[in-house]
């Protein structure tokens, strides 16, 4: 998806803000009165003037220092509570955006993950939300008050001298002018910045969990090469959008200096010719300082906007992404499921002109124990994916039990269907949360009984608080055999009559791997099972053998009629014997 126009984006965050209007209205007339006060206290100042030149100075003077000292007591009372408003409404506003794109990544098909990288999307989760609230704070703080402040004074200041503000107003937009100019060019810098930090992060992130293999391989010297270059174009489309950025300021206020002489110039000569006291010049002057100052805030704040606004580009182009569509209606219950699966001329390509799987067809009776082997790329896990429903077939269809996978409910579909992956994820929780996890109100005996049906019981008791243990680190202080066994652990809590086990026993010792073939065994006695390996000793008694190469089931059977057949399976059990 292209990369909207900031109008756009400002758009979308606007009718983000709706739901908070009451809070949003009440901030607005706290700025209003904050404005016009500030505006108010010129008039004042420029009475105080007339009073002291004039021939009763004391009389007239006090009760003007008391309407001032009230009027300043009142403004900082509400420019104290007018922040605390603007930041309680960004944040609750920032809150929500990015609990909307945690929960719209959820929602969106892997199709769209796997075409981005972690680093960019935790990129646009954390630090452009964080940019996007600065540049929203700005907005509040100062171009809003700003923008009010440059209407009161303009009333103000016609009412004082109508020529002088003409040439006031005429003449101060040329400011606005040369900030527009400028923040129009550092809005794509911004851009630029904002893609090139996700990609900082991603490589940054990469760099830190394959720091073993960075040093296995000697490559330390390459990945500092690559991450320089990385580094340095993200300097140098900062540096570019700081530098016109940076430049708006001091360009806006040599225009504004200049303005300002120019109006002590025609100020005086008014004096002069009888026409204007010394208390409106000091008033009007007054108000010219606050009709400029805005002026500064506000190109300021447009430089610092473009940032933001690239930044909740990325972020509403996540959440305007098309979610997955629910096509099941029926839920799949344990009671319905009977575990047959069957595969009707299924074809599937992650790019759609590249044919993955083609034309599979293959029935699995109902409670067999069926492996699929074959050699890397060869489609294994990806026909676990779209059993799964992680993916669409683009042709054919799947079948549970007679009944299209697409007629049932993903969620009902995905509960029914038990799954252990070779990369094991565990979350910052205890171990017995993390044996739980997507069972969570599973009573402390079901975990335990869980634990100890996948061989996990024994080194957990070893742990500081056994199953209390609290794995802030997300399992990193645990072994790799561990993580898988509390992996496997969670299968064990509520078994399913579908199983699919991808190389779930990779990381295990091979002691406690026959220990886990043996609960294994007993687990998939009586239930449909998928089984994807690479060591073949391991899948010898399966029902049923898929072997897949390129994409295709090449041969099926059992081990004795696939070794008859001295085909593809006859070799791979043949090399592996010998490298044995």
């Known amino acids: 998806m292209k ?20 809070l949003l209205l009440f901030a607005l007339l706290g700025t209003i009165v904050q404005v016009a006060l500030t505006a108010y206290l010129p008039l004042l100042i420029g009475d105080a003037v007339n009073a002291v030149v004039s021939s009763h100075p004391w009389q007239s003077l006090f009760p003007i220092l008391l309407r001032m000292a009230w009027v300043i007591l009142i403004n900082t009372l509400i420019q104290w509570l007018n922040p605390l408003l603007y930041n309680r409404l960004v944040y609750r506003y920032t809150a929500r955006l990015r609990q909307r794109t945690i929960a719209k990544l959820h929602q969106l098909p892997l199709a769209y ?12 989760v954390t630090a452009d939300t964080e940019q996007l609230s600065n540049g929203l704070l700005m907005v509040f703080n100062q171009f809003l008050v700003g923008v009010l402040t440059l209407l009161f004074t303009v009333i103000a200041m016609a009412k004082l001298d109508l020529v002088m503000m003409l040439v006031t107003v ?46 296995a391989f000697n490559a330390q010297e390459q990945m500092i090469q690559a991450f320089n270059e990385v ?24 225009i504004n200096a200049l303005i300002y002489a120019l109006l002590v110039g025609i100020g005086a000569m008014r004096i002069m010719s009888g026409n204007f006291s010394v208390g409106a010049l000091t008033a009007f002057l007054n108000y010219v300082t606050q009709y400029t100052k805005p002026f500064n805030d506000i190109s300021a704040v447009f430089a610092e906007l473009q940032s933001a606004l690239a930044c909740g580009d990325r972020l ?85 039990d007679g009944v299209p996978v697409t007629d049932y409910t993903r969620e009902s579909l995905r509960s029914q269907i038990g799954m252990v992956l070779q990369e094991t994820w565990l979350e910052t929780a205890t171990v017995a949360d993390n044996i739980a996890y997507g069972h969570p109100t599973a009573s402390r ?35 790799q055999g561990q993580r898988q066994l509390l992996a496997i652990a969670r299968l064990f809590v509520k078994v399913p ?6 190389e779930a026993t990779s990381s295990i010792d091979t002691r406690t791997e026959v220990l886990i073939q043996e609960a294994f065994e007993k687990l998939m006695a009586g239930r449909t099972s998928f089984i994807i390996a690479h060591r073949l000793s391991t899948i010898q008694n399966a029902d049923i053998i898929l072997v897949m190469v390129a994409g295709n089931i090449v041969e099926h059977g059992n081990h004795s009629q696939l070794m008859a057949q001295k085909g593809v399976y006859f070799d791979m059990q043949t090399a592996q014997e010998q490298l044995s």
Request: negative net charge; hydrophobic residues 40%; proline residues 3%.
């Open 445 to 479: 005996a079901e975990v335990i009984a869980a634990a100890k049906a996948a061989k996990a019981d024994f080194f957990i008791r070893q742990l500081p608080q056994g199953y209390d243990t609290f794995l802030a680190d997300a399992g990193a202080s645990l072994s």
């Open 231 to 254: 580094n340095g174009r993200y300097a140098d489309y900062s540096q570019d959008a700081i530098f016109y950025s940076s430049t708006v300021n001091p360009a806006t206020r040599l």
């Open 170 to 215: 005429c003449l101060t937009p040329l400011s606005i002018i040369l900030a527009r100019f400028i923040a129009n060019k550092s809005y794509h810098l911004y851009q630029e910045q904002t893609k090139s930090r996700g990609q900082q992060t991603q490589m940054v992130e990469e760099l830190i969990q394959q720091e073993e293999v960075v040093q």
């Open 316 to 400: 509403y182009m996540v959440l305007a992404q098309e979610s997955l569509t629910e096509t099941g209606q029926e839920t799949l219950t344990i009671a319905q499921n009977q575990g047959a699966v069957t595969f009707e001329h299924v074809s599937f390509g992650y790019v759609p002109e590249q044919t993955l799987l083609e034309d599979i067809s293959i029935a699995i009776p109902a409670g067999s124990k069926v492996a699929i082997v074959g050699p890397t790329g060869a489609g294994k896990s990806t026909l676990i994916n779209l059993l799964m429903r992680f993916y669409e077939v683009n042709q054919g269809q799947i079948l549970i």
């Open 3 to 22: 990369a909207r126009n900031s109008r756009q984006v400002i758009a979308e965050i606007g009718s983000d803000f709706l739901p908070q209007k009451s």
């Open 497 to 502: 009559e579908i199983l699919i086990l991808d």
């Open 113 to 124: 993950l796997d075409r981005h990288s972690v680093g960019d999307l935790v990129a646009r």
